[in-house]
């Protein structure tokens, strides 16, 4: 009891910290009880008959029945697409083609908070994460590449841009509607159109976009959402009237696909796995890069193909980094997707949450020390706490494999050259981050990096003016920015100054 309380003669007061329930109202979201594809424009059955049930991984409820395409739906999807291409798309006044999608912008950014519960619900990540990142982050790309639809002459002066044709995508259960963005939006700049399968675990947001395509009046067979498990995938793949694969996904089946498109006149862009080292100097601004680090692995539960994963730190700040670490692990809150104070949502899928847990076992068996806060886990719905490995050596599988979950593997270095040469110790190249004061250190480290992305003493910032993608088995191809346009486009004179 305080002084002034005891003259007072008051009871203390009693100090709670833990944070009341906030969750956001989900009724702003109406599912229907079971979805068919969109083709040309319309809701289709399934010739296959084939349909899955999506649920929400914090709680194991099933949310709808979705479609299962088969070869034939692919085929459908595919022709439709053929058709809007030839019929009109292809030929429309890029100006007009803007229009349409500075209209789905607007939308996206008008029905935001929509898309975000239902992004979490089917997802498992924080609302807000999902209503501060994926959804404005989705309506950007959109703007960024309206902007561009009828300026492809002046983006690529002198050799005379046309698009490719229809463009098959596939992409992953992390960042569903912001992934579907990075896809369509330079897809369509370009004057294609566009087959799209999204990932099973999370098909809502991609169905829920249809209604904004028809609320932009998109013209039919546009754009075509196939929902279904890898075989979709494949037959989308395989598909001869397809014109060019854009895939983000793990790094076997990128491999697979491009096993597949060998020698095929289809192009093709992979945006595959990472293993990112964050290599954190002496110098650095430590409480800073804490923030950092805590948002490179724990952000969207780890399931970020660029995370932050391997923790590069130098020897002589290492005690105080990790104690300041674990102090800040601490303090994040677990829990509920839809809670507005939740950190670290759910894991997205038993799947994964089974492969965190084997690769998680590979580190305590191969001699790495765990650590995890204290947290109580709900006992229904896939859950993985934040975790951090020490002592690890750059042979465990925890320092060399994709986690893809809320897993940190910690190793030290003692100079520049030890660290550059740590952290292209990997199959992969997606990305990386330093942290340091010094401006001559980013450079002379980030040139020598063999990462696509190099964030310096930040983590996780995108922006869709700014090209992302990948070295190594990482993939290849850009996305964002101009970068992003020319995949989707051929070039009738390849000569910078034409002929
Ligand atoms: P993860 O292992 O993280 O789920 P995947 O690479 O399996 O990643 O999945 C990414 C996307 O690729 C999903 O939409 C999935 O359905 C699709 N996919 C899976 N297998 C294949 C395949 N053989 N061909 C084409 N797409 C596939």
Not at 168 to 174: A, K, S, T
Not at 201 to 219: I, K, N
Not at 438 to 460: D, E, F, H, M, P
């Amino acid at each position: 009891m305080s002084e002034l309380e005891r003259k007072r003669g008051a009871a203390p007061v009693p100090v709670d910290w833990t944070y009341a329930p906030a969750p956001e109202a989900r009724d702003i979201v109406s599912l229907r009880e079971r979805y068919g594809l969109y083709v040309g424009g319309d809701w289709i059955e399934p010739h296959s008959g084939e349909t899955f049930t999506t649920i929400d991984p914090s709680t194991e409820e099933p949310l709808a029945e979705i479609a299962q395409a088969g070869p034939e739906d692919v085929s459908l999807a595919v022709e439709a697409a053929r058709s809007a291409f030839e019929n009109g798309w292809s030929a429309l006044a890029p100006s007009e083609r803007a229009k349409y999608l500075f209209r789905i912008a607007r939308i996206l950014q008008e029905r935001s908070r929509e898309f975000a519960v239902l992004e979490s619900l089917n997802g498992g990540k924080p609302i807000r994460e999902s209503r501060d990142v994926d959804l404005p982050l989705s309506a950007a790309h959109f703007f960024y590449y309206a902007g561009w639809a009828d300026k492809l002459e002046y983006a690529f002066p002198n050799r005379t841009p046309r698009p490719l044709g229809v463009a098959g995508q596939i992409i992953p259960w992390n960042f569903p509607l912001l992934m579907l963005a990075w896809k369509v939006a330079p897809a369509l700049a370009a004057g294609n159109t566009v087959v799209l399968k999204p990932a099973e675990t999370t098909p809502l947001s991609a169905l829920l976009f249809c209604d904004v395509l028809r609320q932009a009046e998109l013209p039919q067979g546009v754009v075509n959402i196939v929902t279904g498990d890898g075989r979709t995938g494949a037959e989308i793949v395989k598909h001869p009237g397809i014109d060019k694969i854009a895939f983000t996904g793990s790094t076997d089946v990128g491999k697979a696909i491009q096993r597949e498109l060998a020698g095929s006149r289809k192009k093709l862009t992979l945006e595959l796995g990472g293993k990112a080292a964050n290599v954190v100097f002496d110098d650095a601004p430590l409480d800073q890069a804490i923030e950092g680090i805590v948002n490179g692995i724990y952000f969207n539960q780890g399931h970020v193909c660029c995370a932050g994963s391997r923790l590069l730190v130098q020897e002589s700040i290492y005690e105080q980094l990790i104690a300041k670490l674990k102090r800040r692990l601490g303090t994040l809150r677990v829990g509920a997707p839809l809670d507005k104070n939740t950190d670290v949502g759910a894991i997205n899928s038993r799947q994964q949450l089974d492969k965190i847990e084997e690769l998680v076992q590979t580190g305590r068996d191969e001699g790495a020390e765990i650590y995890q806060p204290p947290c109580r886990l709900p006992e229904r719905g896939y859950w993985f706490a934040p975790t951090v490995f020490t002592n690890v050596a750059q042979s465990y599988r925890i320092a060399q494999e994709e986690i893809f979950g809320p897993v940190l593997s910690v190793l030290t270095f003692r100079t520049p050259d030890e660290a550059v040469e740590k952290a292209n110790n990997t199959p992969y190249g997606l990305s990386a981050g330093v942290w340091t004061e010094k401006g001559s250190r980013i450079l002379a480290v980030a040139q020598r990096l063999r990462a696509g992305v190099v964030w310096a003493n930040t983590y996780n910032r995108f922006d869709p003016a700014s090209p992302f993608g990948g070295y190594k088995e990482s993939g290849f191809g850009r996305e964002g920015g101009l970068h992003g346009l020319e995949p989707y486009l051929r070039f009738e004179s390849s000569e910078p100054f034409g002929s």
